[in-house]
Every structure is written in C-alpha cells, then in structure tokens.
C-alpha cells in the first residue's frame, strides 16, 4: 500500500513541477504579446465584441455583511474608471447591511434585497438572483445603453473583497477574445500579518496561481474563485437562467460548465482582488470542510466533461482538478502510516532498527521526503516574488506550507461524512470589522 501510495504522490509531484515549468512559459508569452500590442496599437480587436467598451457589473453578495461592505464600496468609487455598476444582494441579512448600502448616494451603486424563503439558499442562489435581475432589469436602465451582452462583465466580488485600483484596465483587454467567457484576477490576504494561520493562506493562494493558474491559464482552462471572478454575460446566458448551482463549490462549477459549453477561461496575476484570511482554526476547517465536500460534488461534471468536444488537454486537465480530493483521500492512510511508522522507529526501534529500515525502504524514504519537501523550494520562490519576503522568510513559510498543506487529510474525510448525510449547509464565516475609507453619503433608492 505504502509503495502504490509514493508511486501515485511522486506522479503528483512531478505533475506540479510540469505545471509549474507550464506557468513560466505563459508568463514569457504575455511579455511577447505585451510587446506586440505596444508595436501594434492601432490592431483592432475583434468586430463582434468592443474591448474598450464593456461594462463591469459587480456584484456583491451579503449576508450579515455591515462590519466591511461599507469599506469595499468606498474602494470601488475610488476606482478610476466609471464604466461600472455595483450590485450589493442583501441575502436576507439580519443586521445593518441593508442600511448601510442605502446611505450611498451614488447612483453606480444598486441594492437588491432578499427576503425568505427565498433568501439564505447560498451563494450561487444569490449570485443567480443578481444575474436574473441584471438581464432582466437593469438592462433596460440608462447605464446599460449602448452596451451589447458581449460587452457587459459581471464581477463577483466578496463583501470584505479589496480589488485593485488597475484591475478593470488590465481585465478588459481580455475581452478582446470573443471566446474568452471568463476571467479570474489573483487573490491574496491583506491580514496575512495577523498571524501565521492568516500567512500561510497568503502563501497558499499564491503558490495555486503561480504553479496551477497560470499553467491552466495558458491552456484556456483557468480555474475561476468565488472573489475576483469576471463573467461575460453572453456566456452565463449560455448556461441558462441560473448559471451558479447550489454546489458548495459553486466558482468551480461554473468554471467547469463554461468549458464544456465552448468558451475558455484565463487567468491574470497582474492585478489583484485582497480578502480576509481567517485567524482562527476553528471557522478555518470548517472553510475548508466546505470547500473539499463542493469539490467532491463537482465530480458529478466529469461525465460532461467526457462528451464533450473540449481539446484533449483541456479534458487531461479537468478530469486531474476534479480528481484530486480523491487522491487526498486515498493517501491519506499512506501518509499518516508511514509517519507513524518513522516515529515508532526512532522513538522505540532504536538506531539500528532505523538503519535497517532505511536499507529495505531506502527508495521509499526518498520518495517521500521528495513529495514531502520537493515542492517548498517552488513555493518559497513564487512567494519571495510576489510578497517580497527576505529570502530566509521565504524558505521558512515555504517549509511550513509543507506541513500546513495535511489540514486536508482530515478535513477531506469530515467532507467525505457530511456529503454521505447529504448535509450541505454551512455557517457563515464571521468578518473583522474595517472601517470606511470615508465618510459615506446621504440615502439612496433600493430595490426590491
């Protein structure tokens, strides 16, 4: 068991380093196209789709959201560019948030409420009740003449979401191909020093977009987040009227479902949406719990993904993403037998029990310390890079992201159980308060 088990974790680990290898090569192709683009300004972009001309529809989605929704509002009226709405969903909130959105007079930003039974149903319900409104309503208003399905963005954005002030201008030249559906910005955590729970989360949505991002970007498979996400709304129409589902996991879903429908989805780590990192371990699991039972439901799309007409290395690449709880899971035994087995040697073998095991299991051994360890010096390298971190920083939150990584052995068998009692539901992830950039402005109108 143990050697089928560093077989298939050493076929991993060389899959990461091949993504990784993959990335760089997407990065040196954007600083080509860059190039091009700069010797090129006047080449045109596309006749059925107006890059330059597209309207950023955010939404924000909220439930019990008054400690920040204030702040992130303020960040969006800094940004820029006007060719942009906001749409806060109150999803049936018990305290403020209502109210707090209603006392911002500029006319970009838009309440919808939700009220029960309608209300509280998740996420991608409520993302679904902003896109029927958008489509429906707000498209007949004044801000959305002139814009053509093609040209208008949806832009989730969580409550506690800081996006950069450059991300619609580096976003929209995306666009410019009529076949990208969608697009996804890099996340990090702006507490990332409250703590080293809250680091580790910066270091591990950082090492995902430099190994897995910008490799499947340049595959046209981009994985998309639930912060961040920018959706064409021609494409989420492809998808019928409610394109989010009740998944757990409902970003990758979506991602998943916009590819075996035909579009392509990229990535850019030029710019970057920032959110809270938890600091305590408890809600931290239960994230985590959450998001692992999504993944296992959304293996229910690999029989899509098999009919569909997708480029071969687009099928390789879903079908490894969506398989990959399963490789947690069936490891996780190896992996905690074998260190228990490491422990016991050294604690009551003695040195040269220790020796002789090392001498049967040598390349075991080795491979496991491969597995164990050989990703830290890539995830030491991406983070010094985008954090800026001193290189002996670095080498130690590379090391400790090691060991940070086994929260899912047992997080993955606490989604395995939750999803066999069909228990879908999750408590709802407490914010830090943040207090507005400015003062907020007089009321506004809502709608219903």
């Known amino acids: 068991m143990t050697l089928v088990a560093s077989a298939v974790l050493f076929t991993f680990l060389l899959y990461v380093l091949f993504m990784f290898a993959l990335g760089r090569g997407e990065g040196r192709e954007e600083h080509k196209h860059r190039k091009h683009r700069q010797g090129h300004r006047s080449a045109p972009a596309p006749a059925n789709v107006n890059a330059d001309h597209l309207l950023f529809a955010f939404v ?4 019990n959201e008054e400690l920040v929704i204030a702040s992130s509002l303020e960040r969006l009226l800094a940004l820029p560019e006007r060719n942009w709405v906001a749409l806060v969903v109150d999803d049936g909130s018990d305290d403020t948030t209502a109210e707090v959105v209603e006392r911002f007079a500029d006319p970009r930003i838009l309440l919808l409420r939700r009220v029960r039974p309608q209300a509280r149903q998740g996420k991608g319900e409520a ?4 896109y029927r409104h958008i489509r429906t309503e707000l498209i007949r208003t004044p801000a959305f003449t002139g814009y053509g399905r093609d040209d208008i963005v949806l832009v989730v954005v969580d409550a506690d979401g800081r996006i950069r002030s450059d991300a619609l201008s580096v976003v929209a030249p995306m666009f410019r191909d009529p076949d990208i559906g969608a697009v996804q910005i890099a996340v990090r955590i702006h507490n990332a020093a409250a703590g080293l729970l809250a680091r580790l989360q910066d270091v591990e949505f950082v090492t995902y977009t430099e190994i897995f991002q910008r490799a499947r970007s340049r595959l046209g498979s981009a994985g998309l987040g639930g912060n961040g996400q920018f959706t064409r709304l021609s494409a989420l129409e492809a998808l019928g009227n409610a394109p989010w589902t009740r998944c757990l996991t409902e970003d990758l879903d979506l991602g998943v479902r916009l590819l075996s429908h035909g579009w392509r989805t990229r990535f850019t780590p030029h710019t970057q949406v920032w959110q809270q990192g938890l600091t305590r371990l408890r809600p931290f699991l239960r994230q985590r719990t959450r998001w692992f039972q999504g993944h296992l439901q959304c293996i229910a799309e690999i ?4 009919t569909s007409q997708l480029p071969l290395r687009t099928v390789v690449d879903l079908l490894v993403v969506l398989t990959l709880p399963l490789l947690v899971l069936l490891t996780t035994f190896s992996v905690a037998a ?3 087995s490491l422990i016991s040697l050294a604690a009551g073998g003695g040195t040269e029990m220790l020796e002789t095991a090392t001498a049967n299991y040598g390349i ?8 164990s360890f050989g990703v830290a010096p890539v ?3 991406a983070y010094r890079r985008a954090a800026r971190t001193s290189v002996l920083r670095s080498v130690g939150y590379g ?4 060991f940070y990584c086994y929260h899912w052995l047992p997080v993955g068998w606490l989604a395995v159980g939750r999803q066999l009692l069909r228990r879908s539901t999750w408590a709802k992830t407490r914010r830090l308060p943040e207090p507005p950039r400015r003062p907020v402005e007089p009321q506004r109108q809502t709608v219903s």
């Open 379 to 381: 995830c030491a390298y």
């Open 303 to 306: 029989p899509r993904i098999l």
């Open 399 to 402: 090391l400790l992201f090691t």
């Open 364 to 371: 075991v051994l080795i491979v496991w310390g491969l597995v």
């Open 338 to 340: 074998f260190y228990a």
């Open 60 to 63: 924000l989605p909220c439930l």
């Open 127 to 130: 993302l679904n009740a902003a």
